[in-house]
T-cell receptor
Framework: DAKTTQPTSMDCAEGRAANLPCNHS???????VYWYRQIHSQGPQYIIH???NNETNEMASLIITEDRKSSTLILPHATLRDTAVYYC?????????????FGAGTILRVKS | GAVVSQHPSRVICKSGTSVKIECRSL??????MFWYRQFPKKSLMLMAT?????????EQGVEKDKFLINHASLTLSTLTVTSAHPEDSSFYIC?????????????FGSGTQLSVL
């Protein structure tokens, strides 16, 4: 089972920052938080990941709370092309190795 | 960046036939690949972990005889849907982890839309 919970959907105005929250209250100390997004009928695209510190790359910023029980993905200037389903994922340890188990994700709609 | 190629992107087949889907890591070696299935407006469901040179490991509830996985080389994994039926119609997606990097990133293929008539 997925170890994260996210809001079902969010709307954001074009050009504004999109802040997508995620709860992962059962995360272990050495587990990373990953963010992927999926545009309709395509494979998921990696966005960013982090462990403890806040992270930033060319796509987004990731803010992780000090207790690591939640995080927020920030798209600083959302565009229409950022409309997608955003998945917050914590790696799950399986019997034969680690794996990524996707939750329901957040549908982000960027509107003009 | 790393690229995972998945082929075909779309396939339509008759009920009872078998369909093979290929997943290739184009510029990196991947000991481990993953196969997911996705129904419309639903999230990705992990089906199995494909391990180069050994048997795949299947998630609970996934029929290993129905969904045959072969990972014969470090750059290729295949998923064969055997004796396909309409309920097997779905979007299938593969992903691969680069052996050269730490575990943290998976690269996904563009998916295969399977329609069984």
């Amino acid at each position: 089972d997925a170890k994260t919970t996210q809001p079902t959907s969010m709307d954001c105005a074009e050009g504004r920052a999109a802040n997508l929250p995620c709860n992962h209250s059962t995360i272990s100390g050495n587990e990373y938080v990953y963010w992927y997004r999926q545009i309709h009928s395509q494979g998921p695209q990696y966005i960013i990941h982090g462990l403890k510190n806040n992270e930033t790359n060319e796509m987004a910023s990731l803010i992780i709370t000090e207790d690591r029980k939640s995080s927020t993905l920030i798209l600083p200037h959302a565009t229409l092309r950022d409309t997608a389903v955003y998945y917050c994922i914590v790696r799950v340890a399986g019997e034969y190795g680690n794996k990524l188990v996707f939750g329901a994700g957040t549908i982000l709609r960027v509107k003009s | 960046g790393a690229v995972v190629s998945q082929h075909p992107s779309r396939v339509i087949c008759k009920s009872g036939t078998s369909v093979k889907i290929e997943c290739r890591s184009l510029d990196f070696q991947a000991t481990t690949m993953f196969w997911y299935r996705q129904f419309p407006k639903k999230s990705l469901m992990l089906m199995a972990t494909s391990n180069e040179g050994s048997k795949a490991t299947y998630e609970q509830g996934v029929e290993k005889d129905k969904f045959l996985i072969n990972h014969a080389s470090l750059t290729l994994s295949t998923l064969t849907v055997t004796s396909a039926h309409p309920e097997d119609s779905s979007f299938y997606i593969c992903s691969a982890r680069s052996d050269q990097d730490s575990w943290e990133k998976l690269f996904f293929g563009s998916g295969t839309q399977l329609s069984v008539l």
